[in-house]
Every structure is written in C-alpha cells, then in structure tokens.
C-alpha cells in the first residue's frame, strides 16, 4: 500500500501559468481533500470530494479548480497562478461510513512557488 | 464546528510525559475532540480521538474533561521523535462533511 501519493513534490511557477496537482490514493477512500499550508498558519481547506465526479468548495476555493472522474485520483488545477499561491498543498483522503469514524490519511506534500 | 485553544509552543522533557493541552469551551454535544500531529513538513497524522470518556492507543491517551470543554493529550514517555506540531480539532461525527478545521497548534519540541 502506497497511501496517499502526491505529484509533483516541488514546482516554481512563474506567475500567470498554469498547473496540476496530482494526487492518488490506493485505499479505495470515498473522501478526498485539498489542503494548503502557508508558513507558520495551520491547514486550510481548499477543495474536497465526497465521491467519484462529486466536488465542493471548502474554505479558500478561489484560483483553484478540482477534479475527480476516477475514484482514486484528486486533481488540483491553478489555472493563472498567483504569489498568493506559493504554499505547501496536502492531499488526504479517507473512508466515510455512518456512524463510524475513520481518520484522514496525508500524503506528503507538493511545495509550490510562485514567481 | 467549535473553535480549539492551545498554546503555541511547549517544551518536554525526553523520556517524561508529555501534557498538551486543549480548550473547547463552544463544543457542541455530538462533536469530538481529534489530535492530529505534523512532523517537520510532513502531511498531519491522526493520533487519537474521543467523545466524552478517556481514550489509550498504543500513542497516545486522551483525557476529557467531564463538562467536555477541555482535553489533554498525553504522550507518557515522550521522545525526539515526538517533536512536532500538535492540533487539537473538534467536529461533528463522520457522514456530515468530515472537514478537519486546522489551527495553528502546539508546537511540542522534546529536548535530551
């Protein structure tokens, strides 16, 4: 089992280009989530999705775009990259049942920067 | 979902229990508490969670307080490893929008 696998691990972007964010998971997860990290701040949540060609928005959505049209891969699109936008971006992932808890699974990170 | 207070930093001791604690005083009767850890740029990892009674895995307990407005994480012998930063969240169960809330946690540095 890989987990939770993320691509790239490191990008610069000149401001004004566009990319994507890979991520993949072998866990068969329901739930899969976008996360950015700025220095020193807490995660926040960019995008989620709560099953296969399902997305939604979470709490800092705008200059991102996401995909999910297979099961196991969670796209993260920044189609005019920003300065704003340099930050280390989390992918995870879980499994989601009623009335049971199951944890959130990272992968390691992609560090992004924008020039 | 209730907002979490932590402090910003601790220091422990190797080998000593480490004591981080949390603050939840708006928490809502079906919300857990959960204790997520980020070592040095890696992505969180998920540590322990409970409702109202104490919990013990094989990391970490959690203690509750009985009026369930505060909890500590208990790491009982605390090592090099262990240094991180620590986040306490509070959400409600699973099946309704399972989004983690990150603050910007306690940053535990355990010292020889």
């Known amino acids: 089992n890989a987990g939770v696998t993320q691509t790239p691990k490191f990008r610069v972007l000149k401001t004004g280009q566009s990319m994507t964010l890979l991520c993949a998971q072998d866990?068969?997860?329901?739930?899969m989530y976008w996360y950015r990290q700025d220095p020193g701040m807490g995660l926040r949540l960019i995008h989620y999705?709560?099953?296969?060609?399902?997305?939604a928005k979470g709490e800092v959505p705008d200059g991102y775009n996401v995909s999910r049209l297979k099961k196991q891969n969670f796209l993260l699109g920044l189609e005019s990259a920003a300065p704003s936008q340099t930050s280390v971006y989390f992918c995870a992932s879980s499994y989601e049942g009623q009335g049971k808890f199951h944890e959130q699974y990272f992968g390691p990170g992609t560090r992004l920067t924008v020039t | 979902d209730a907002k979490t207070t932590q402090p910003t930093s601790m220091d422990c001791a190797e080998g000593r229990a480490a004591n981080l604690p949390c603050n939840h005083s708006?928490?809502?009767?079906?919300?857990?508490v959960y204790w997520y850890r980020q070592i040095h740029s890696q992505g969180p990892q998920y540590i322990i969670h409970g409702l109202k009674n104490n919990e013990t895995n094989e990391m970490a307990s959690l203690i509750i307080t009985e009026d369930r407005k505060s909890s500590t994480l208990i790491l009982p012998h605390a090592t090099l490893r262990d240094t991180a930063v620590y986040y306490c969240?509070?959400?409600?169960?699973?099946?309704?929008?399972?989004?983690?809330?990150f603050g910007t946690g306690t940053r535990l540095q355990v010292t020889l």
């Open positions: 708006t928490i809502s009767g079906n919300e857990y």
């Open positions: 866990m068969n997860h329901e739930y």
């Open positions: 999705s709560v099953g296969e060609g399902t997305t």
């Open positions: 969240i509070v959400r409600p169960p699973t099946g309704t929008a399972s989004k983690l809330t």
